[in-house]
């Protein structure tokens, strides 16, 4: 049996006991969790270290080491992440549906756990104790897989987690870190069907589209997010400027920015002058279509490429359109399906965009920036799921379980 | 472009309109539908006929042959599956969950449409007009890809439904069939990202397999059913004889219809004569452990792989365990994830039994034969869900469905 496979088996069995545990059992787990990551902070730290010191000598990028660097602070938050996982409500043993039959059986669709979560994501350490706490809370097993910048503190994180999860009476195995962090490994994990239920990537579009291509497990395709603002010929300029200017520039390297900007052609020439300044205070670089150009002649020129790009940086797309219908049909042909506004004070217009448009998250005068599960009152994120099929939009732990029918029967028999 | 690539993107374009038809729309299709099927009823006679005597020529099996044939009966139950679908509530436009936020920010999740969805299925040609009556009322497209047994009855099929609902208005490509039959054509299906959003595979064990290989779609697993009636110490026994009966003998060749009976050892000597009996008399064959043998010397001996079978024919693999955690742990290993039973009258048993098996359907005191769409009142069934993503056990119109966030805002962006 390979490594792999034996963290699989050790899950699935883990993840039996995971499901019968009580809300009390998990709570006190994640407790137990965050005191020991306190009071295992230099050994985190150190371990951090030699991630940090391996990444200078390969030369990360400045932005990667970042994200891999953790700090006093950066270990606190995990901490108070996981407690206030522990605050959440259970998911577990919800009835979400039942009815009684006429021949008197009685069906309950009850919440479960999915089993055996895998998690694929790259270099914030800060992940493999989110995702943990994510998983445990919702009475799942946790496969982490890590990137290979971050593998020791990964391996130290697991450590002192899962050490901890036990020592409160989890079961061994529902915690485990792949510790290699070579390609085969992971494709491994993407086929462990029979052991994982569901795997869910956590990273670039490349990553994604890997775990997407490769995996013979369900997949929940997360994140990517080539999100537009549309201005109606009915927008209120002053809240579309707001708008504009918060969903490109207030945090720009998230999935949920801005990277198209749509102008009804209506009110093109009255306020692309006036967006292009207030974004260009910000440091934006507008690349226009040919319409834009006319307005804005200093612009760069956008190309075909542009319209599908998720820029993550200051850079926006500005195109103007005749009609809603091609914002609309631009929206639907060229996006990710994650993040979508309409800025307009015209009734029939919003009704129609949020109607039409075909994503995860629709907006009618607010920006996109939103889209996230703290800003939606869920508590936590696993993740933004830009499929259809089980969640779509922000996840939290509910999207983490299933549901099972129980059949309550007197001895009937199909006739 | 190839023709497949080229039903993907007129399945898209269809979807986007789809989604946004009235109920009375779509019920005035399905109607139209199924008046079609009844007033087409000869040429649909004369497309089936091609196919039998193909079959006759190629040999195909008597069961297979069975399944493929039309009758003027048949016919008739495929227009009446329509009317009753068309007068099932519509699953889109329901408002699942929704809140406002402390920022005045309102969110609603609301049930849209899936977009395209594939159902790759095997011989029977009432597949098509099912499959496709489900998918017009819950807003999708849909593309057919049935076996090449069926081609001919098929392609009259699609031609005529489809030309109905295009008639009364549905938008062009909403109904559409892949006429190719050859495995690349299947495959190129598999792989149509950004134009498929989910694949159903409907059929034997080895085209589930096949599709959840191959696919780089989402795919919801449908249907492999080793199903386990366990006999516990507090089983009264003739409800217990009553439902081995049913589960095993009522229907075999079914997924819901038992596969394998465990017996408590405190029972066995009891009622395992009793069981023989009552199912020797419907011809079932029995294939036992050891200590089954012990009680009826006769059978025949099961060996490890018939606890992973799922023979759907007059056969019965039998086992006696020590414990009721022993009956959990054989069906957690060995079986699929789809109907299990206790018979018990034992509370706390019962009540280990429908937390532990991790399955999508667990009965106390009752037939597993129960588990389907139809027998839930869930009105209608495209098929049963063996996976733990999006849906679990038997799925409805409500299954071809996703949901989407909208939020209504007046002009607020993040902080």
């Known amino acids: 049996m390979s490594l792999i496979e034996d963290l699989g088996v050790r899950a699935k069995e883990a993840s039996l006991k995971m499901a019968t545990l009580t809300s009390q059992a998990k709570n006190r787990a994640l407790e137990e969790m965050a005191q020991a990551i306190i009071f295992n902070k230099e050994e985190i730290l150190k371990g951090n270290q030699e991630d940090i010191k391996a990444g200078n000598e390969s030369g990360l990028s400045s932005a990667l080491m970042d994200r891999l660097k953790l700090s006093d602070e950066r270990i606190g938050d995990m901490a108070q992440g996981l407690l206030e996982v522990a605050a959440l409500p259970d998911p577990v043993g919800e009835i979400v549906d039942g009815w009684r039959l006429p021949n008197g059986l009685e069906i309950q669709k009850v919440r479960v756990p999915m089993g055996v979560i895998g998690i694929i994501y790259e270099a914030r350490p800060n992940v493999t104790v989110d995702a943990a706490g994510l998983c445990v809370k919702s009475g799942n097993a946790v496969i982490l897989r890590g990137s290979s910048s971050a593998i020791n503190s990964n391996r130290v994180l697991t450590d002192i987690i899962s050490k901890a999860a036990e020592g409160s009476g989890l079961p061994a195995g529902c915690i ?22 569901v795997l869910i990537p956590r990273g670039g ?9 490769e995996s013979t497990v369900a997949v929940i395709e997360t994140g990517v997010g080539n999100c537009h603002t549309y201005i109606d010929a009915g927008a209120d300029m002053l809240k579309a400027l707001k708008i504009v200017v918060n969903a490109k520039c207030q945090r720009p390297g998230v999935c949920n920015a801005m990277e198209t900007m749509l102008v009804h052609e209506a009110v093109a020439e009255e306020f692309l002058p006036r967006a292009a300044e207030a974004l260009g205070e910000r440091g934006v670089l507008l690349k226009g279509c040919e319409r834009t150009m006319r307005i804005l002649p200093d612009i ?10 998720e820029y993550l940086d200051l850079i926006l797309a500005v195109r103007v359109v005749p009609t809603l219908e091609d914002a609309i049909s631009h929206i639907n042909t060229y996006g990710s399906k994650h993040s979508e506004a309409i800025v307009t004070e015209d009734y029939s217009a919003a009704r129609r965009f949020v109607n039409q ?26 993740g933004i799921s830009t499929q259809k099929l089980h969640a779509r939009g922000p996840m939290s732990i509910r999207e983490l379980t299933t549901t099972k029918f129980i059949i309550y029967g007197d001895g009937q028999v199909r006739s």
């Open 357 to 382: 448009v075909d994503s995860a998250d629709v907006y009618i005068n607010a920006s996109t920036r939103f889209t996230d599960g703290n800003q939606y009152g869920l508590g936590a994120e696993i």
């Open 205 to 213: 579009a490349g990553l994604i589209r890997t775990v997407v291509e």
């Open 176 to 197: 485990q870190l792949v510790t290699l962090t070579d390609r085969e490994s992971a494709k491994e994990l993407m086929r462990l069907r029979g052991y994982v239920d």
């Open 300 to 309: 760069e020129a956008a190309t075909e490429e542009d319209w599908y790009k």
